[in-house]
């Protein structure tokens, strides 16, 4: 049997995400209305995130060795892109080759999954300051859900390429991996 959705790929799940969610013009003015007071979150949410990662041995380990001034640079960047207002192809293509500098890494996708926990608390103090903080929060709660779903695509998309390496075959190995 074959499945439709085993055919969207890559930067592709933007398009169909975005339909599944029903992401609108709305919502997209809620949240560019937020950039400037997601900026100014940015450095409290970087704090609260690497504290909770560095607290934990099996999540600090990751960053020996790394400059943790850029990492904060650069999830900040992250974090206040999901204000943007652009959640197109580029969007999903970027988050995508995030994804994958994870999978590069060794680390168990359980990790950023749970983390959105401080994304969504510090999401919500943004959402908290907009004229129509309610349609603000579910509007940012879509992004963030596809955000969670572009992660974990990352790491299906390596699963299944090297298990289709492996077997000869996409289709033998979605169904390798139906169990
Ligand atoms: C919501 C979850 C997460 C987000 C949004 C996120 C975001 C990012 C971003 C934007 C980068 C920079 C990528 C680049 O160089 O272009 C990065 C790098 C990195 N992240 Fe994460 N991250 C998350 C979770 C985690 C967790 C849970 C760990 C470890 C326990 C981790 C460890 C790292 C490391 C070690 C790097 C540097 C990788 C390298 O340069 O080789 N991340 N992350």
Redesign the pocket.
């Known amino acids: 049997m074959e499945r439709s959705s085993w055919s969207v790929k890559n930067e592709e799940v933007a398009e169909e995400l975005s339909a599944l969610m029903g992401v609108s013009d709305e919502d997209v003015g809620h949240l560019t209305a937020l950039e400037d007071a997601a900026r100014e979150q940015a450095r409290p949410m970087t704090d609260d995130?690497y504290d909770r990662?560095f607290d934990h041995e099996?999540?600090?380990e990751?960053?020996e060795g790394?400059s943790m001034d850029r990492?904060h640079g650069?999830?900040g960047?992250?974090?206040v892109e999901l204000f943007g207002g652009d959640y197109g192809a580029d969007y999903v293509q970027d988050r995508l080759?995030?994804g994958h500098?994870?999978v590069?890494?060794g680390?168990p996708v359980r990790?950023?999954?749970?983390?959105?926990d401080?994304?969504g608390k510090h999401g919500e103090i943004v959402t908290a300051q907009s004229d129509n903080p309610e349609a603000a929060k579910e509007a940012f709660k879509k992004i963030m859900a596809l955000?969670v779903a572009v992660?974990y695509q990352a790491y299906e998309d390596n699963q299944l390429k090297h298990l289709s390496e492996l077997v000869g075959g996409e289709r033998l190995a979605r169904r390798l991996l139906m169990g």
């Open positions: 995130f990662l099996n999540t600090k990751y960053f790394h990492l650069m999830i960047d992250w974090f080759k995030i500098i994870h590069k890494i680390l990790y950023p999954i749970a983390m959105m401080v994304v955000d992660f």
